[in-house]
């Protein structure tokens, strides 16, 4: 702290002192002297003074959103030459802005840093792509999007073997037909160069509904479920084909739909 000479003009770092506590008994008879006495001194001190507000409870919202336990694990791995310094520094108000300050640039940078290592370590899923354009495509669906007649057995077995044949996979309707559930059609659509086999059914109770198949070398897979654009998926693959079963209903009949599917296949 720079000693108080007697004519010299008082700093804002000493009026800042003077209402931090921080002065000894003469410098604080001197510049309460200068705010009777000089009217620049007394705005100047006025204006100083409106900054001692309770600064901790102003900022307590935003401090209780930052990211504590990141940020106190990514200083603790930072050696310190000043610790000892650090520990028996008295923090008043100027001190308290300045390490929220610094505290809010390093949340920053160990956000930006763990988003950067997030992308760094995941890798495409080429599975989950083919499923995520089918969520897109099939989550424009209505009803009346599958309004028509879906033809006699005879046209399905006919649109069956034509889709099979794109993929390399036998497929009849016994084969994949849902109890309660109406077949609609099915049709070869385009997806990365490559057949994609959509079958669309129609459930009375949740509305359009899709089997999807694709080839694929990713090998055998059990079922798993996701929720891709308000709807649930069911996915599985075996060594040849990924598969997988779109809609509306509730995932537990979304399973068990899938499991008759999934045995009617393998069988």
């Known amino acids: 702290m720079t000693e108080l000479n007697k004519g010299q003009m008082v700093t804002d770092e000493q009026l800042t002192a003077f209402i931090d506590g921080e002065l000894n008994a003469a410098d604080r008879n001197r510049i309460e002297g200068l705010i009777a006495s000089d009217e620049r001194v007394a705005e100047r ?23 504590a336990a990141r940020l106190d694990a990514m200083l603790a791995a930072i050696p310190s030459t000043q610790e000892s310094n650090v520990r028996d520094a ?14 809010f640039v390093a949340a920053i940078a160990v956000d930006r840093a763990v988003i ?27 009803a009346d999007t599958l309004s028509a007649p879906a033809g006699d057995h005879a046209q399905q077995v006919a649109q069956l073997n034509e889709v099979g044949a794109k993929l390399d996979l036998p497929l009849a309707p016994e084969a994949v037909a849902m109890p309660d559930v109406e077949f609609k059609r099915a049709q070869i659509l385009n997806y990365d160069s490559k057949p994609l086999a959509q079958i669309a059914y129609l459930d009375p109770e949740s509305g359009p509904m899709a089997l999807c198949i694709v080839q694929s070398t990713k090998g055998v897979a059990a ?18 084909h990924a598969f997988m079963l ?4 509730p995932i537990d009949r979304m399973q068990q739909l899938a ?3 999934r045995a009617h296949l393998i069988a």
């Open 45 to 67: 001190f006025d204006f100083l003074s409106r900054g001692t507000l309770p600064f901790t409870d102003a900022f307590q919202p935003m401090l209780a959103e930052a990211p």
């Open 90 to 103: 008295r923090i008043g108000r100027r001190g308290f802005l300045t390490a929220m300050a610094a505290s």
């Open 116 to 142: 950067g290592i997030g992308h760094r370590l995941s890798k495409p899923d080429e599975d989950a792509e083919w499923r995520a354009v089918v969520a897109e495509y099939l989550s424009l669906y209505t």
């Open 223 to 240: 079922p798993d479920m996701e929720n891709r654009k308000g709807m649930n998926v069911v996915y599985w693959s075996s060594a040849t």
């Open 246 to 249: 779109i809609g509306h209903a």
């Open 259 to 261: 499991a008759d599917v």
